[in-house]
């Protein structure tokens, strides 16, 4: 990108009909993470047996579904044209509630687990309100409350511990029709987006990330957007704590933060723009799956673990440089 | 001088700020304002101070650098590595080190100037390889002490005045040059207030955004080198806090997050801010918990009092406090 | 009865007043038409009228009703809807997403209903005949006409009572504008009122039933389409302070050849051979969109370009802003958009003069508060810049005054050939009269400038030759006499009406 390219006409003499190229070019940075996750998949298959079964599908979406989840509401952050460090935070304090408070009484379980949701949505509202009344940057008021979220959450519980009821860590291994149940929240996390990205809302979410003076001059309420964006992004975090405590057993007042920046690098793999308004959950969905195979892979091709980092670094830069390449392409083709 | 008040506020509200809290700690806890007390809380200011000089270029040119802390950290291990405990190798050592933080600054600047990588993925991505990376090569296993002169440097003292303190004055005067008296700074200012205004003013926008990078690289480094002193070693995850603070170092201290606006000065008592509250809460009997949402609160605050809509609340509680009349 | 009525309609912003006692009557099925210069008040008028901003004072009336819309969305609950130049669509979405933009017809799971969102987008298309569009295909793959297609069909998917085109036949091409001007008087025949903004004489006169004028912000003349001659109507545009905005044109020319562009080709320009010489002012015309606006960033190094291009004898090969302001041998440009190219809002009149030439205050590797402050004050001077301070933020001055510092950044850099794009869009009367004024001293000084206006008459008072600019290519090269509205249009629209 250079810098100028903003103040240029757009688009002079496109060709007012699409092509098999046109589509593949815009799709490209999702095309190439899906790339991506089937070379280490080959890779991993090529080292160990049973890759391909439904008992490695059920593990590695265990592994992965704490991230998933984050990622989805990162994800709708981000094609907003936002970003929310918050979550972090909101995760470390949802997973120290829950080991705090949770008995091996059911209703209590879902007392605080509804305790819970409720407050990632309040937190999240708060963030988007901050946002739109104070006119400020989502970077430094996530930033701020991811701050605040983990304090608080070091206060309740200044260390690793507590616990969750024995039943409640069985949720990972509940199958149905030989599918455990993070596979099927995969499933509906799927059939949510599908859901999600045609409703009046997803759609104007996706519009104010793509040009918010026009949004607003169509009617939209930037406020009232803002406020269910980040809403939405708290829910989930809370969703990712509960889910993070019936894997983990207990609580850490510092376990978020390794979602945060995983969370955002995760959509980045799968094609969602850090500018707004482009993206899909299933390019999301693919980085986090590319995020946890890379540290099996790690494991099975017996190389220190310490490649893991590395190998998701340069992952990110590659899908980073793809979809611009990819972009600059589709520029060219338009002149 | 009412003009330098108004385009300086934020700057001079952090300094207010910063007084304010000695004022308060001295208050709660009687020992707090002693000369040794302060001399240490100079130090650990500095830290954060001079990993904050390079993201305050970073961020005053519209970018942000999230490789500081795995820089800093790397240079930290590699310097003990070389070093052995020796201060004679440090004369080619030391210059090394730097290079390679400037190296990395100027991947990340070209990264994000050339190829047009958002800076937050740019940083994002060569912090966890560098992690990686010294992670494979030492395998996390322990680093020889730190040599005595990095020692000297960081916890010694000229006088009544820690060395360090000193650094971080000398290194606040030359990047207050850099930023009010050369044309780097200039140049610098008008890239984070608008790309195509400097682009169209021949302002070489791609160079000055790769030089704030690697001022960024440099100055964690330097801070890694630094911080072995005062640890006596260096140790995996000792510059992870750093991010945090520095960027939050910069926030307070004026600068807006989008780029064109704040000096290194707010920075400086920024980081002073942040360091006396971290001393103040332990007066207080407070935890590390209480001390995050102090942090949050302190940010959300000083960002509040910075923006555009604070701006205009002010103006329209002046006009109808003139007129009478909303 | 009158379907919309104005009477004593005012708006001022801050001390500049916008709209001043407008009156204003039409009635449903007829197209009325919209005429006077730039700044005339006709944009705050329709602004009013579709809920973009409140008036102060007077009253509106639609259908007898008092009518004072909050917002665009309580102007469309009383069926007007307005088609901006300044485009509401969404680049990320689809066509048939932004036509039906927040009025999506929805499912049972209240989700967007595709299949009829395509029906009703066909029929839509199909019963107002309009120009091939693919509904399916994003927003930002489409072309500036196409785009202005589309916020058509998004206007008309409102049903209005009252469709407001503003300037929207600007940026298409013959045929299409063509097609436009038939579904206007469709849209009338249908009962609806259409307001209909054009700079173009001949589309007014091809399909309006009535016209109001507007001159300074006020309403001056209504007129039955029928009952008025194209002279009279100039002249209430006008009016008559004509003579005192332009300066006497003294050809100051030279026959040294200052810029020499040789088969230069960038986006839309395709080809452009000219040259301007020492002392000239080189009007650059012809209809929006056929590659004034690349030439001017191409030539100044903005965006890439093939062909070759000498200044003062030599050839240059200009890749980018920084290579353009070399100093007296440079190239510099006044650009086209004051507030995302020319200026930075949010730093001083000084910073803002002194960007492009900190080397020459520059010494021993440190800045001089001394000669920059000297610099400063020599151009505050020669220009008449009207700041409190020279460390004024610049977002605070007045547009004319803005204006001038971006000329002052300009001319202290020291170079003489000036691009000047539209150099006096949303510029009051008086300052615009100052920078004709200052185009021709620098003439005489010896400057070579490069100018192009989209208000027609100021190519003809101001520039000593005019190059019209056709599909990319030089068209005709106006001197002397021949220079006119008619003479330059007629150059600018010949192949556009043969094709």
Known sequence: MTPLAASRPGSPEAPNTRDWHGWALDRAPFLVACLMLAVIATIYGSKQTGVFTLDELNLDTAAAMTLMLAATGQTIVLIRGGIDLSIGGMISLGTVIAATRFTDDPATVLFWSLAILALGLAIGALNGLLISVLKLQPFLVTLATWSILNGVAMIILPTDGGSVPGWWIGFGYLQFLGLSSPVWMLVALVVFWWWFRSTRLGITIQATGSNEKSAFLSGVSITRINVTTYALSGLFAAGAALYLTTQTGSGSPTIGKDYILPSVAAAVIGGVSLFGGRGHLAGTLVGAFILTLIGNLVFVLKISSYWQPVASGIILLLSVLASSIADKAARGRMR | MSEFLARNRLILLAYAGMVLLLLVTAVFSPGFLSASNLRSTVVLAAFVGIVALGQTFVIIGGGIDLSVPWVLNCAAIIMTLLCGGQDLPLAWVAPLVLAGGAGIGLINGVGVAKFGVPPIIMTLATNVILQGLILVVTGGSPTPPAPGLIKFLSVGRIGPFPVIALIWLLLTVAATILLSKAPFGRHLYALGTSVTVAEFSGVPTARTTILTYVISGLTAAFAGILLTGYSGQAYLGMGDAYLFTSIAAVAIGGASILGGSGHYLGTVAGAMVLTILTGLLPALNLSSGALLVVYGAVILITVSLGSEAFAGLARLLRSSAHKGEA | ?499
């Open chain 3, 1 to 499: 009865m009158d379907l919309v009525v104005a009477k004593g309609l005012s708006k001022r912003y801050g001390g500049i007043v916008a709209l001043s006692e407008a009156t204003f009557s039409a009635h449903a099925g007829e197209v009325h038409a919209l005429l006077g210069e730039n700044g005339a008040g006709k944009s705050t008028f329709i602004q009013i009228l579709s809920g973009a901003v409140r008036h102060d004072a007077g009253t509106l009336k639609v259908d007898g009703a008092d009518y004072r819309p909050t917002d665009p969305d309580d102007a469309q609950a009383r069926g007007i809807a307005a088609v901006f130049q300044e485009l509401s669509l969404i680049p990320d979405l689809t066509v048939e997403q932004n036509i039906w933009f927040r009025r999506e017809p929805r499912t049972l799971l209240r989700t967007v209903d595709r299949a009829q969102l395509r029906r009703r987008t066909r029929e839509m298309l199909d019963r107002y005949e309009f120009p091939p569009l693919r509904p399916d295909v994003e927003l930002r793959r489409l072309t500036l006409a196409e785009r202005q297609i589309v916020e058509i069909a998004k206007g008309l998917a409102k049903d209005p009572r009252v469709l407001i085109l503003d300037e929207a036949t600007s940026a298409l091409p013959a045929r299409e504008a063509e097609w436009l001007l038939g579904l206007t008087r469709r849209l009338a025949s249908e009962g609806r009122l259409v307001i209909f903004i054009s700079h173009r004489m001949a589309e007014v006169r091809a399909i309006a039933d009535r016209l109001t004028i507007f001159r300074n912000g006020r309403t001056v003349a209504a007129h039955e389409a029928g009952g008025v001659s194209d002279a009279e109507i100039v002249t209430q545009m006008i009016g008559r302070n004509l003579d005192r905005l332009y300066p006497d044109r003294v050809a100051t020319a030279t026959e040294r050849v200052a810029l020499r562009v040789t088969n230069f080709s960038s986006g839309r320009l395709d080809g452009a051979s000219f040259s301007l010489r020492e002392g000239e002012v080189l009007g650059v015309g012809g209809l929006q969109g056929h590659g004034q606006r690349e030439l001017f960033q191409a030539l100044f190094g903005a965006s890439p370009a093939t062909g070759t291009v000498e200044l003062w004898g030599k050839p240059v090969a200009i890749t980018s802003p920084r290579a353009a302001l070399t100093g007296p041998d440079g190239i510099a440009l006044v650009p086209e958009d004051r507030r995302g190219q020319g200026l930075l809002l949010t730093k001083s009149v000084r910073e803002n003069l002194t960007l492009a030439v900190i080397r020459r205050f520059t010494e021993r590797g440190l800045l001089s508060s001394r000669k920059e402050a000297e610099l400063v004050r020599e151009m505050v001077d020669f220009l008449r810049i009207k700041a409190q301070t020279p460390d004024q933020l610049a977002g605070t001055l007045s547009g004319g005054n803005q204006q001038k510092v971006i000329f002052g950044k300009m001319l202290l850099t020291q170079a003489r050939v000036l691009l000047l794009f539209d150099p006096t869009r949303g510029v009051d009367v008086g300052t615009k009269g100052e920078i004709f004024q200052l185009m021709r001293d620098l003439a005489a000084k010896g400057y070579a400038i490069l100018f192009h206006s989209s208000d027609m008459p100021e190519l003809v008072h101001v520039a000593d030759r005019v190059m019209v600019l056709r599909n990319g290519r030089v068209a005709a090269i106006l001197e002397g006499e021949k220079i006119s509205e008619e003479s330059i249009l007629g150059a600018a629209m010949l192949e556009g009406e043969a094709a």
